[in-house]
DNA sequence: CGGCGGCTTGAGGTTGGTCAAGGCATGTGG
DNA sequence: CCACATGCCTTGACCAACCTCAAGCCGCCG
């Protein structure tokens, strides 16, 4: 911990951090956690596009806190596609919740230039076992991982493709304002349109059309990379979103 | 807990129920822990054939911890699909990891009779917070059920429906070899091929046509809702699956 | 200026859904 | 004990949806 390069134990610094701020969203944090998360992120990385960060197969024994930027968590499968389950932002943990394997189950690449902090995974254990608030939140992501994977299995498996895009969208606009990174309607797409097919099982050239389908309908209106949802409520209903299981915070319990 | 109609204190009995194998599977329990245990699995219910366990948008305040028999966790699309996320068995926690959630976002349904332990979530919460090895235990089964989920979305999104259908009998033949309820080559499918369909996103008559062609090939066999799997090598090629995604017990730390 | 990545559009072919009919096993009530 | 209903499996024909391949375009960056 000493001679980290950008000292962050003042708690002013700290809790502007998006992973701090999404802990301080789901439960109290006392000084104690707060320097205790200091400590743990001190050592700040710097990831470019395109650089693989975990490769599917190779064991791994740091996790990656992101600051800023994006990654997508992806597999390759032996047909020759890819299928991305997850779009990683800043506040999210890379490497989380599949760290309790001993080899990674997929990989994840960096999707333009990344701000991280390495965490050797034994001092993230430790923390876990030391706080047990924090600890607590974090099977609440877990969970909350669960349920948007989940989510994602309905889009792909069930979904008529114009639905699925509607869905992903709103996804997108929810997290992203979440975390301060959207305007209230719009929000810059960090995938490309093939990308955005691999998200949602379509080919690249049907992505188009989707978007194409959805701007003629008058729900969405794009600029370059930018995305504006111009009636919400419509592609809430065409696109079956319940913004619920997005919740930042788990139900309150008197005793917990 | 007294005059709980079936006393289950003598560990004799308790160490024998598939959940609290599972639980001993991936992380070492002490008498203490079998005793809470215990008492939390005092309450025993029936839940008959077809019988809804969860509904979706609704509170609930209970888990259900599963003895034997199967259920379904699903979702009903406004295009009047389904979408089937998981087979629970038995071991498995109803209502977990999602009781995070005020509001459920899926239903759950049972196929067949089923013997289930009723538990109040503050009870269970309690026991959490009260004994770190199992609220550690289930940080990773949370996990768990995420790589699942997420192995699942590769399938509806990525994989060919032949390729969909070998990697969904290749799972539930090892997540039932693992809980005792199979032989070595061979289960009891619980589902119909339409439930099948709307677990990897196929038609029912369309998993015949599949199902079919696995038997034409030479890869499996089925007598009724019995499946045997012949040539497991192939299947596992065909259908890209690697069981690590479900292994049982977490990685070791020597710390933890 | 030239190359590259991504967007857009089109034509054509396969896949897999839908609808429908028939068969078989099981279970139930008369 | 038989008649009937029910649920599931099986098969076929048809057709729309979506993928693949391909070409051209634009904007950006070296």
Same mark, same amino acid.
């Given at each position: 911990?000493?001679?980290?390069?950008?000292?962050?134990?003042?708690?002013?610094?700290?809790?502007?951090?998006?992973?701090?701020?999404?802990?301080?969203?789901?439960?109290?944090?006392?000084?104690?956690?707060?320097?205790?998360?200091?400590?743990?992120?001190?050592?700040?990385?710097?990831?470019? !596009?395109?650089?693989?960060?975990?490769?599917?197969?190779?064991?791994?024994?740091?996790?990656?806190?992101?600051?800023?930027?994006?990654?997508?968590? =992806? !597999?390759?499968?032996?047909?020759?596609?890819?299928?991305?389950?997850?779009?990683?932002?800043?506040?999210?943990?890379?490497?989380?919740?599949?760290?309790? =394997?001993?080899?990674?189950?997929?990989?994840?690449?960096?999707?333009?230039?990344?701000?991280?902090?390495?965490?050797?995974?034994?001092?993230?254990?430790?923390?876990?076992?030391?706080?047990?608030?924090?600890?607590?939140?974090?099977?609440?992501?877990?969970?909350?991982?669960?349920?948007? =994977?989940?989510?994602?299995?309905?889009?792909?498996?069930?979904?008529?493709?114009?639905?699925?895009?509607?869905?992903?969208?709103?996804?997108?606009?929810?997290?992203?304002?979440?975390?301060?990174?959207?305007?209230?309607?719009?929000?810059?797409?960090?995938?490309?349109?093939?990308?955005?097919?691999?998200?949602?099982?379509?080919?690249?050239?049907?992505?188009?059309?989707?978007?194409?389908?959805?701007?003629?309908?008058?729900?969405?209106?794009?600029?370059?990379?930018?995305?504006?949802?111009?009636?919400?409520?419509?592609?809430?209903?065409?696109?079956?979103?319940?913004?619920?299981?997005?919740?930042?915070?788990?139900?309150?319990?008197?005793?917990?």
């Amino acid at each position: 911990m000493i001679g980290a390069s950008v000292p962050m134990s003042a708690s002013g610094v700290i809790d502007r951090h998006p992973f701090v701020a999404k802990l301080i969203q789901s439960i109290q944090l006392d000084e104690a956690d707060l320097a205790a998360l200091s400590g743990l992120l001190s050592h700040k990385i710097v990831a470019r !596009k395109a650089k693989d960060i975990i490769v599917e197969g190779y064991e791994y024994k740091v996790l990656h806190v992101v600051e800023s930027g994006y990654a997508i968590r =992806y !597999k390759l499968l032996h047909n020759g596609k890819r299928q991305i389950m997850n779009v990683i932002m800043p506040g999210d943990i890379i490497g989380f919740p599949a760290c309790f =394997y001993e080899h990674a189950v997929f990989s994840v690449t960096a999707i333009g230039e990344m701000n991280l902090h390495r965490v050797p995974l034994d001092d993230f254990a430790d923390l876990c076992l030391a706080r047990a608030r924090i600890a607590t939140a974090l099977l609440w992501f877990a969970a909350r991982e669960a349920a948007i =994977y989940a989510e994602h299995i309905a889009d792909a498996g069930r979904r008529a493709p114009i639905e699925r895009l509607a869905h992903f969208i709103l996804e997108m606009l929810t997290r992203l304002r979440a975390i301060g990174a959207a305007a209230e309607h719009s929000f810059v797409m960090p995938l490309s349109q093939e990308g955005i097919g691999d998200v949602i099982g379509l080919s690249g050239p049907h992505v188009n059309r989707m978007l194409a389908e959805l701007k003629s309908e008058g729900l969405i209106a794009t600029n370059g990379p930018e995305v504006t949802v111009l009636d919400r409520a419509a592609l809430q209903i065409l696109g079956e979103f319940h913004p619920s299981y997005l919740a930042r915070a788990p139900i309150h319990r008197t005793k917990a």
